[in-house]
């Protein structure tokens, strides 16, 4: 959290954040190596490489660390560190494969595409917990994973979250979707227009708020 009268914390990515959004405007950036290169003088450009390498390494240690996080959050017993190699190592074959195999940028809208399929169902079903729940939660008992504890569940799975999720995912927002490489039959119907997010956010919430009844995982006050 920044605090009142430290600008620098916040400046250069108000200003990174203002130049990208000049140059998604005004160039074309199908591709954006090539576009950037247009608007930048010759004696900048090795400085320009440099420090798109040097982010991308930042970047991508974040984003293995956490994601080393949630692989041990979802019982894998690995310490932090293979974790992080693993990830580094599956991450780096997933790059090369989407550089050399696919077109780079096509692989990036498809995965985009994919994430914001899987991410309105997930959404709901926690907002859908904590509605159930009246946002009482234990926070101790959160961070705890053992056998028979609140949120243990059935052998550690919440089995109504896992089917509100699969389910909706595979069925409602895989027929309402339009993307590049699928369009669903009922987008199809309907002019080629994605409802995947909505519908899959309220399928979600029905197929938990349904499941938890049914299991009774969630007790009633």
Not at 60 to 70: E, P, V
Request: charge should be neutral; proline fraction near 6%; aromatic fraction near 10%.
């Amino acid at each position: 959290m920044c605090r009142p009268g430290r600008p620098a914390l916040y400046l250069p990515s108000t200003v990174f954040t203002m130049v990208g959004a000049l140059a998604a405007t005004s160039l074309d950036m199908s591709d954006p190596e090539a576009a950037l290169e247009s608007i930048l003088p010759g004696w900048f450009i090795p400085v320009f490489v440099i420090a798109v390498v040097v982010n991308t390494m930042t970047n991508n240690g974040m984003t293995a660390y956490s994601a080393s996080l949630s692989i041990q959050s979802v019982g894998v017993r690995l310490a932090r560190i293979p974790a992080v190699l693993i990830i580094g190592v599956l991450g780096t074959i997933m790059t090369l494969y989407a550089i050399l195999v696919f077109d780079f940028l096509t692989s990036v809208n498809t995965m985009l595409q994919l994430v914001v399929v899987v991410t309105g169902p997930a959404m709901a079903v926690a907002v859908t917990d904590l509605v159930l729940r009246r946002n009482r939660y234990n926070g101790p008992d959160l961070l705890e994973q053992w056998r028979g504890g609140p949120f243990w569940y059935h052998r550690g799975v919440h089995w109504a979250g896992f089917l509100a999720i699969v389910v909706v995912v595979g069925l409602t927002s895989a027929l309402w979707v339009n993307t590049s490489f699928w369009v669903g039959p009922i987008a199809k119907a309907l002019d080629d227009i994605d409802m995947a997010i909505p519908s899959g956010m309220i399928a979600a919430a029905a197929v938990y708020w349904a499941m938890t009844r049914a299991l009774r995982s969630i007790p009633r006050d």
